[in-house]
């Protein structure tokens, strides 16, 4: 995973900051969509947009389809995380 893709995705796209957001708490444990909603302070079917935007990126992965669908960082966000934080640290100042 590039630093740039995820910059151009966090940094640059609008948006970009809620879905800097839900990384960071789904590196903590997994969540749903209202669940993350609500920790966040966010109207549902603004992070349901944002989740399909990481999931269709491959930054996260889900349970299932339905609604109560657990999401989880994939594999490859796992192993880049250091990555983020740093491009995250960057976007923050």
Do not use: C, Q
């Amino acid at each position: 995973m590039k630093k740039v893709f995820l910059w151009w995705l966090i940094a640059e796209s609008k948006g970009g900051e809620n879905r800097g957001r839900i990384i960071l708490e789904l590196n903590k444990r997994p969540y749903n969509v209202n669940k993350l909603a609500e920790k966040l302070s966010l109207d549902y079917k603004t992070v349901r947009h944002h989740i399909n935007v990481l999931n269709e990126n491959n930054l996260v992965k889900s349970t299932g389809e339905k609604y109560g669908a657990l999401y989880f960082l994939s594999d490859e966000m796992e192993k880049n995380y250091n990555v983020f934080l740093s491009m995250w640290g960057e976007f923050k100042e």
